[in-house]
């Protein structure tokens, strides 16, 4: 009994010094951006201190920030949305007609390094006079998204008992009425998980923009890297631009975190 | 796999049962229903990853072959194999940066897998608070890595960063952290631990939730202690699934570039010192424009990261079986 005691008081401290080493950085990176440049380069100010919202305030004054604001959100919603289009049905396909080797073709686009995808990319849209497009950058974003769906949404559908289809279709339905009738509205849950899934990693990705987006088409990981490089010195500013990218990632956290486990972990315990 | 085999288990039997019954109507399977419609549902997306990898793929290989140089439609001859001999005979860039990317990768992805083992074990009866716990387990693995990035110089900064105030605290002399050549990888390394490991916990946490707990109930009966459980019950019923884990995260981590670029620019640093083969790679194309050499330098690497995938699955499948 008192073993199983000690047990619970030691897993409670070690369990609460693993969250504090994990969210410290974040909650120093949100005080920071609340501090003056004289405050963020002292350490000896910790968290207690009268918050200013200027470097809010500035980094909003500059246009670009908003701007790149309105790219990232541009590109992720687009780009989601597309590979929603395309790769939900083609897991369904997968999945029903058990295709498992087709739809791991896929698998290679996870393992392939976007680097080595980068140059002919480059080349290929250049030709077409597409490079700095919203365009371009919604494509690249979904090679990612794509392959990301299909696979959450393959051992989605598989886990879906296929009576409910079947009985569907002695009712009457086709094939693909099943999935559109019956299918699609059982995954809804599955998708929208996907979904938040493929919006996060668009809006985290950098080297697709570093190369493929210009000043105008830019997005905010890459703002916020060009901003450091000549800026190093405003880390109020930085950490508020970090923030502000932050924000969407931390309320899908708080608010879709069994979602995304779901989402995360459904390529992973199947093979 | 665990999940898939019962699945498929599943479907099975109920296949062979409405195949078998007297209904007297013949039961049409999804096989037999439309062997058209599944083809047309897969041809968007796989026509789309198709020609976004196929043609990468020949032009990358074609140009592995050739001097290209310069601007990208510049004209070329082709060399042989000559990028790939001078490529793997490099020993002032190339395998120092394949060193760089093994230990970076082997460094982070064990320490990753075992506090993430550690931490899911931790966590795996439930416990008030446990919601929370997960919540904050989320943000690191969905935070953006160029923000990470520039968020721990800020805390790493030897002058002005709070790491040093705090280390300072317990005696400890002030570090250089990325600002020193022989510390730059050590701490990307620990900075990839802080996003990832919370990755492996989740992977891990769900693999151990779809354990049986018969096994380890036996083992606590027959008198075997928590240590002998973990080992010989619960870490051979989890062999896919930490295997599955190691297999994504590993690729991941040999890939990392964003976090490495942002807070050590182009080249790892003035003395390379953390420069992987996918910063290598980008540097020789967009810095330098050397593209051929560096088509080489990613036919290798991914030839490499092919190599590495095939055989952590083919450990997989045998273990599964």
């Keep these: 009994m008192s073993a199983t005691t000690s047990f619970k008081v030691l897993r409670g401290v070690l369990i609460t010094v693993v969250c504090a080493v994990i969210s410290l950085p974040i909650i120093w990176m949100i005080a920071a951006a609340f501090k003056t440049n004289v405050q963020v380069t002292d350490p000896t100010v910790g968290l207690v201190f009268s918050p200013t919202w200027d470097n809010f305030r500035n980094v909003l004054a500059d246009g670009a920030l908003v701007h790149s604001f309105g790219n990232s959100m541009l590109v992720g919603v687009v780009s989601t949305a597309l590979s929603v289009v395309v790769a939900v049905p083609a897991a369904w396909a997968v999945g029903r007609f058990r295709m498992r080797r087709t739809g791991s073709i896929v698998l290679v686009a996870r393992i392939i390094p976007a680097i080595s995808l980068l140059v002919p990319w480059y080349y290929m849209f250049a030709q077409l006079g597409l490079v700095g497009s919203h365009l371009v950058l919604i494509l690249s974003h979904m090679f990612v998204s794509v392959p990301l769906i299909l696979w959450i949404m393959i051992g989605f559908f598989e886990s879906l008992p296929v009576e409910l289809e079947d009985a569907a279709r002695t009712d009457g339905l086709s094939a693909f009425g099943a999935f559109l009738r019956i299918a699609l509205p059982l995954a809804a849950p599955g998708t929208a998980s996907a979904a938040v899934l493929a919006f996060i990693f668009s809006w985290n990705n950098f080297i697709f923009a570093l190369i493929l987006a210009d000043e105008r088409t830019m997005t905010m990981p890459v703002l916020l890297f060009n901003f450091m490089s000549y800026a190093s010195t405003d880390w109020g500013g930085l950490m508020a631009a970090a923030t502000l990218m932050t924000v969407p990632v931390l309320l899908a956290a708080i608010f879709g975190q069994r979602f995304l486990v779901a989402g995360l972990t459904a390529g992973a315990t199947k093979g | ?321």
Excluded: C
């Design chain 2, 1 to 321: 796999m665990t999940t898939t085999t019962t699945a498929r288990a599943a479907t099975g039997p109920g296949k062979s049962t409405r195949a078998a019954a007297p209904s007297g109507k013949p039961f049409v399977t999804f096989e037999q229903a439309n062997r058209r419609l599944k083809w047309a549902l897969l041809a968007p997306a796989l026509g789309f990853v198709g020609l976004m990898i196929a043609f990468p793929l020949v032009f990358t290989i074609n140009l592995s072959l050739t001097d290209a140089f310069g601007a990208v439609n510049a004209g070329s001859s082709y060399v042989g194999l000559q990028n790939f001999t001078d490529a793997l005979t490099d020993t002032r860039r190339f395998w120092p940066a394949v060193g760089r990317t093994v230990t970076f990768t082997l460094g982070a992805v064990v320490l990753e897998t075992v506090l993430g083992l550690a931490l899911a074990m931790l966590m795996r009866k439930a416990f008030r608070g446990m919601e929370i716990v997960r919540t904050i387990l989320m943000v690191p693995l969905l935070a953006t890595p160029v923000a990470i990035g520039i968020l721990w110089m800020l805390i790493l900064d030897p002058t002005n960063g709070i790491a040093n105030h705090l280390l300072g605290f317990v005696g400890i002399p002030p570090q250089e952290f990325l600002g020193s050549v022989s510390q730059s990888l050590p701490t990307l390394m620990l900075i990839d631990v802080w996003q990832w490991t919370p990755m492996m916990t989740v992977l891990l946490l769900a693999g151990l939730t779809t354990l049986p707990e018969e096994p380890e109930e036996a083992a606590r009966v027959d008198g075997a202690n928590a240590w002998q459980r973990f080992v010989h019950i619960i870490l051979p019923m989890l062999r896919t699934t930490i295997l599955t884990a190691l297999v994504l995260r590993g690729v991941d981590a040999l890939k990392t570039f964003d976090l490495i670029y942002a807070t050590k620019g182009p080249g790892g640093g003035s003395d390379f010192e953390a420069e992987t083969l996918n910063v290598y790679a980008y540097g020789l194309t967009f810095d330098y424009q050397e593209y051929g050499l560096a088509s080489a330098v990613l036919v290798l690497f991914t030839l490499f990261i092919v190599a590495i995938v095939v055989v952590l699955r083919r450990r997989t499948e045998r273990s599964a079986s």
